[in-house]
T-cell receptor, first 113, second 116 residues
Framework: GEEVAQTPKHLVRGEGQKAKLYCAPI?????VFWYQQVLKNEFKFLIS????????ETGMPKERFSAKCLPNSPCSLEIQATKLEDSAVYFC???????????FGPGTRLTVT | AQSVSQHNHHVILSEAASLELGCNYS??????LFWYVQYPGQHLQLLLK??????LVKGIKGFEAEFIKSKFSFNLRKPSVQWSDTAEYFC??????????????FGSGTQLTVLP
């Protein structure tokens, strides 16, 4: 598609529960990025993929966060055993090889109670 | 490590006033620079970008930005703001590496409120 799609729009989880977020990049884009936005600002980079391969995971909290981009499937970001501090909007962005501008999805608002 | 500073956290203007939002970055190499806007309840949209060439770049909705390399700055400007420009504005930078896409480093954002 021509837009980055993210599902669900909102997700509410009790502390300790699992959360799984999905992202479908723009068709033809080979790079996918995940960002976490806390408190309406402070974008934090989490992880990026080049096709199905992890490109850069320097921002990922390794203990509870994992992500995948499998062929012919939406990319996913999974948080095991969510904590209150995971409450944030999670944005996915995509771009193509040789491009540098990233196109953002509408985000998934995760609320951990 | 690269970083981006936006010194104005909240700017309040009346319609038709001129706007300038500051952005300074720190990075030890060649960069691409961006301004994104986030309207209330919406996702990030690209306003404008600088890759190379003319340091004065024009974007959508009448916005422009000037890259001043010696000052590591990329300030956003608009001659006359409208009520509909009320939004959060983010400056972002990414380092250039041979054909690979790198993550964006964002500033902390500037909330612009335009009073009718």
């Amino acid at each position: 598609g021509e837009e980055v799609a993210q599902t669900p729009k909102h997700l509410v989880r009790g502390e300790g529960q699992k959360a799984k977020l999905y992202c479908a990049p723009i068709k033809g884009h080979s790079y996918v990025f995940w960002y976490q936005q806390v408190l309406k600002n402070e974008f934090k980079f989490l992880i990026s993929f080049q096709n199905e391969n992890v490109f850069d995971e320097t921002g990922m909290p390794k203990e509870r966060f994992s992500a995948k981009c499998l062929p012919n499937s939406p990319c996913s970001l999974e948080i095991q055993a969510t904590k209150l501090e995971d409450s944030a909007v999670y944005f996915c962005a995509s771009t193509g090889r040789g491009l540098y501008e990233q196109y953002f999805g509408p985000g998934t608002r995760l609320t951990v109670t | 490590a690269q970083s981006v500073s936006q010194h104005n956290h909240h700017v309040i203007l009346s319609e038709a006033a001129s706007l300038e939002l500051g952005c300074n970055y720190s990075y030890g190499g060649t960069v691409n620079l961006f301004w994104y806007v986030q309207y209330p309840g919406q996702h990030l949209q690209l306003l404008l970008k600088y890759f190379s060439g003319d340091p004065l770049v024009k974007g959508i909705k009448g916005f422009e930005a000037e890259f001043i390399k010696s000052k590591f700055s990329f300030n956003l400007r608009k001659p006359s703001v409208q009520w509909s420009d009320t939004a959060e504005y983010f400056c972002a930078v990414t380092g250039i590496s041979s054909g690979s896409a790198r993550q964006l480093t964002f500033g902390s954002g500037t909330q612009l409120t335009v009073l009718p």
